[in-house]
């Protein structure tokens, strides 16, 4: 039997307060905000990405995963999203472990492209000021983000993405409470 641990204290405001957070990141790529909500989902999912699902997943949502039984059934009691095998079939997809090929993800069509997943991708730490060079929409002239655990060839990757554009996948990076949204717009290049 697995123990399951409580999601959001209050589930609207919460909800609300998380996805608020969420839109900010999106809106401003690569600028590092806080999820207030104060949860403990079971590992390995960092509290951060817990909230981001929480507040975006839900029966309509297909979600792929890499997180095990624990956190698939915590999601599916506190959110409902039916899990799947198919990572091409995701909505979202979540990597706590060896990131998924952007490639692997739904890129949506020319006719649909807000179909494309979102990918939650657990790092090991954020940090402004260096690192990546960010530039695009919601950027005034370029934001450096460092991101610690980021998987090996992702600048590489993500310019194929960023290439299909208006298509794609968004990435949500977590690490610990803190989010930083990396939006198929956005330009990364190389420190």
Request: net charge negative; proline share 8%.
């Amino acid at each position: 039997m697995i123990h399951l641990s409580p999601g959001f204290a209050d589930p609207v405001l919460d909800a609300q307060a998380s996805f608020r957070a969420i839109l900010e990141a999106m809106s401003r790529p690569g600028r590092i905000q806080r999820m207030e909500a104060r949860i403990t989902p079971p590992a390995p999912l960092c509290s951060a990405a817990g909230a981001a699902l929480l507040s975006l997943a839900d029966a309509d949502t297909p979600l792929w995963l890499d997180a095990g039984d624990a956190v698939a059934e915590w999601l599916r009691f506190h959110c409902g999203p039916p899990i799947t095998s198919e990572i091409s079939a995701a909505r979202f997809a979540l990597a706590c472990g060896v990131a998924p090929s952007l490639e692997a993800l739904d890129v949506g069509t020319d006719e649909d492209p807000q179909l494309g997943a979102t990918l939650i991708l657990q790092v090991a730490g954020l940090v402004a000021g260096d690192g990546w060079r960010l530039t695009g929409p919601g950027i005034q002239h370029e934001h450096r983000l460092r991101v610690l655990g980021a998987p090996a060839g992702f600048v590489a990757a993500w310019a194929h993405n960023q290439a299909l554009f208006p298509r794609g996948v968004d990435v949500l990076l977590c690490a610990g409470d803190s989010i930083a949204a990396l939006p198929r717009s956005v330009t990364i290049t190389e420190g």
